[in-house]
């Protein structure tokens, strides 16, 4: 013991200032599971993987020189998409889907919402509904277009409903796993606290589940718009869908490729409104 | 001695798990006085948790019964109040949001019958909060709290309706030892100030010995009640107690206990066998 007594301080003395610029600057390791990346970077590589493909796009049609009605260079298509704008009423048929996706997508948002909660919170509900939806979900709903058209018409409601039965059942299967995941712990320190069935559906469940619940609108709301073009096969005459379906009858390359694009960017544009929703609504989870 | 607070009459629980029959618990009795802290230990299976769900009202039991001050427990109630080992707090409640969650509640609200009552429960809140060293963090959330402190949430969150019994299921088991140590002495001087009847439930026998008045040990398979031990300690304790030896005698005569009823001998018979080779070998 004795012998280790002087030696004791000088570990714990702080090292010497005159020894800080010796230390190593640390390596960057990109490659490190899950590691982090500095921002500037990250942005870098996104703009990047984003760029990549339309310089691929660019130089193939400008040195490959391809037919244009296989392959439209991306200056045709942007030349397109001014040109629906300005002639062919771009803004009429982005608002007209806009509306039909939201229209459907709100529609079976209101209805999977408490119920994929019934079905996640209590076993008879999910006994009697969830194997049903289930098997519903596997329906193709390309193929309810027949059928929709016989039972509701071909108005507004038509492509509403088709984007709804393209929705609906995901979602509420969804939803309820969602709630499922609620930990137990939670529910049972509110019944411990005395609280009813009702007070920890309003309580506990709901509020514990809203951030992914966020997340599962954010994403099914995506696959409202994929079926966007399946709507508008239903006697439509406006759209974006529709805009490409007509392109498509008469090789309009370039406006398959802009009608393409402009629903991309549309989806784009609604998953970062809802992730940036998700930032303002849950602090929580972002503020550490 | 004050008549009992809690009364367990040969308690029973039978579940089947894969087409055969557990009985996680069978014919446990046992009584508690009011104001008693009662640690349970044993090995894994022994039921313990499971008994500290069903006085909770979490479970149900499969035969005897269970009463509290005469009365038969029914489901949970806010008499008895509940410690989980983690992820109990609401995360999208602030420290005080969740310690002031019971508030909210019809079964609290209706207790509550003048302005005078809404007082005191808010004096209550911001003393259950400087009780726990966490007046500092009432804004905060409990991701932005450390594994010690969101455990000192959950237990002023349980004791805000006046709980009668608090039962605590192995609610320092994933705090480190440091923290876990300062959480023994505050729980024991909220057992004192609150008067409460608390039921622990732990895997460490030192925790238990240093917490209970008495030490219930349980056994598995089936799920029973082993032996009772009282502590031999004064009521008032300190970290040093640890040391003395008959602290260490208890402590030693659990963890015998525990071995013979684990029903892992062949483990130690295997473990010591290896140890006596190894001196050999060098």
Known sequence: MATLNPVAPSIAAPPSPAAAPAAVRPRVRWWVIRGTLPRPVFLMLAVAGMLLPLLLWWAWTTFGDPDPVFMPSPGAVF???????????????????????????????????????????YRPVQAALEPLTDFIRYMPAVAFIP??????????????????????????LMVAEDVRRVPMAQIEAAQTMGANRGE??????????????????????????????????????????????????????DKIFAGILLISLIGLLTDQSFRWLHRRAFPWLHKR | MSPSKIRIRHVGKRFERDGAAVEALHDVSLELCANEFVTFVGASGCGKSTLLRIIGGLETLSSGEISVDGRCIDGPGIDRA???????????????????????????????????DVEI????????????????????????????????????????????????????????????????????????LEKSTILFVTHDVEEAIYLG??????????????????????????????????????????????????????????????????????
């Open chain 1, 79 to 121: 030349a397109r998409i001014l040109r629906w704008w300005s002639e062919e009423g771009l803004i009429g048929d982005i608002w007209i889907s806009v509306y039909r996706v939201m229209a459907g997508f709100f529609a079976s948002a209101l209805i999977a919402l408490p119920l994929g909660l019934y079905i996640g919170s």
């Open chain 1, 147 to 172: 059928l929709v058209m016989l039972w509701v018409g071909i108005d507004e409601s038509a492509k509403v409903l088709i984007i709804f039965i393209g929705t609906f059942f995901q979602m509420v």
């Open chain 1, 200 to 253: 920890i559906l309003k309580l506990v469940i709901l509020p514990s589940a809203r951030p992914a619940l966020l997340d599962t609108l954010r994403i099914t709301c995506g696959w409202a718009w994929t079926y966007l073009v399946v709507a508008e096969l239903v006697a439509a005459n406006s759209g974006l869908g529709y805009a490409i379906l007509k392109a498509q009858r008469y090789m309009h390359t």
């Open chain 2, 82 to 116: 509940m410690v989980f080992q983690h992820y109990s707090l609401y995360p999208w409640l602030t420290v005080m949001q969740n310690i002031k969650f019971c508030r909210q509640l019809k079964a609290i609200a209706d207790t509550v019958r003048s302005d005078s």
């Open chain 2, 121 to 192: 429960a808010s004096g209550r809140a911001d003393a259950l909060l400087n009780l726990m060293g966490l007046s500092a963090f009432e804004k905060a959330w409990p991701n932005q709290l450390s594994g010690g402190m969101q455990q000192r949430v959950a237990i002023a969150r349980a004791l805000m309706p006046r709980p009668e019994i608090l039962l605590m299921d192995e609610p320092f088991g994933a705090l480190d030892a440091q923290t876990r140590e300062v959480m023994h002495d505050l729980i024991r001087h909220v057992h004192q």
């Open chain 2, 213 to 282: 008045s008495r030490v219930v040990l349980m056994a598995p398979r089936p799920g029973r009640i082993d032996t009772v031990y009282e502590v031999p300690l004064p009521a008032e304790r300190d970290q040093d107690m640890k040391l003395a030896p008959e602290f260490i005698a208890l402590k030693r005569e659990i963890l015998a206990r525990i071995r013979e009823t684990s029903g892992m001998r062949t483990d130690f018979e295997l473990l010591e066998q290896l140890t006596r080779q190894a001196p050999a070998e060098a």
